[in-house]
């Protein structure tokens, strides 16, 4: 082979990018085969070659973060804050042997509530005491014979039919509280929701709302019961009263506290029954 077609045979391998070729061993062009010299092919070097641009190596694949599952439980029902064909029996059903707060543990019995369900107006007060927690029935103590006497009379001085059967009483917290201290908020809260189904399920015309405790669990005002005594207010859509707790009234040397109370206690007896 001429050294011209030689050349021209390179520069065609060159062209479709083979840079080395071969010598075969022991093979001399027109010759005969002669021994190797050494076994492996040697390489001859043609002309150096800027590298052929090369396509960058493509992205490695995204790693995809397989999402762990976690087994969730079956949502828990629960039972719904006002239930249609809500009654007093189911609401007592429901509260049950009640744990949902701490005063579960000092108390001897849950005190629904008493009176009339189909009553036109209800007095909510704050908790229960001894005598109440004993009996199981609201305001049978000093207080409640208080309550009871100022319904009694103002209904019957003021013309008004009315004994303290026809009413319904009951009060924010279903059990004592130990040492009869107020109702912590958490406390209300858990039980506030019973008081809020047995005042949907009565439907009174008027609620009366004993003291500060019984105020702020169906207002939510921070007011004192002094300042807000006296005036209708509404809890959803009903009529609220505000006036003294009776155990006040025992306690208070204030002279007009007790004239104040009577009076908003007509204002109620009214508005309700006239
Ligand atoms: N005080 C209350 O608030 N409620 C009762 O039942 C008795 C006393």
């Known amino acids: 082979m001429s050294n011209e077609e ?22 001399v062009e027109g010759g005969s085969p002669t021994p190797a010299p050494r076994p492996v092919a040697e390489p001859v070097q043609v002309a150096a070659q800027p590298p052929k641009p090369t396509a960058p190596p493509p992205p490695p694949p995204p790693v995809i973060e397989q999402p762990t599952l976690i087994a969730m439980p079956p949502e828990l029902p629960l039972p719904p804050l006002t239930p249609t064909n809500d009654t007093l029996d189911l609401i007592r059903a429901d509260i049950g042997d009640c744990k949902r707060c701490r005063l579960h543990t000092g108390r001897k019995n849950i005190v629904f509530g008493v009176g009339n369900p189909e009553t036109k107006l209800v007095f909510v007060g704050e908790g229960p005491g001894e005598d109440e927690d004993i009996q199981g029935i609201p305001f049978v103590g000093r207080a409640g014979q208080l309550l009871t006497a100022m319904i009694e009379n103002t209904a019957q001085k003021e013309g008004i039919p009315l004994k303290r059967a026809d009413v319904y009483i009951c009060n924010v917290v279903k059990c004592r509280p130990p040492n009869n201290r107020t109702p912590e908020p958490d406390e209300m809260e858990m039980c506030g929701q019973f008081l809020a189904r047995q005042l949907e399920v ?23 019961v002094t300042k807000l005594r006296g005036n209708w207010f509404k809890w959803r859509d009903f009529p609220v009263m505000v006036t003294y707790h009776p155990s006040y009234l025992l306690r208070s040397v204030a002279p007009t506290a007790k004239r104040e109370a009577w009076e908003d206690l007509k204002k109620v007896l009214h508005f309700v029954y006239d």
């Open 6 to 27: 030689l050349q021209r045979i390179l520069r065609y391998y060159q062209d479709i990018g083979i840079t080395d070729v071969y010598r075969k061993a022991g093979v």
């Open 202 to 224: 009565i439907r009174p015309k008027a609620i009366c709302s004993l003291g500060g405790t019984a105020t702020k669990a169906l207002l939510g005002k921070k007011e004192g």
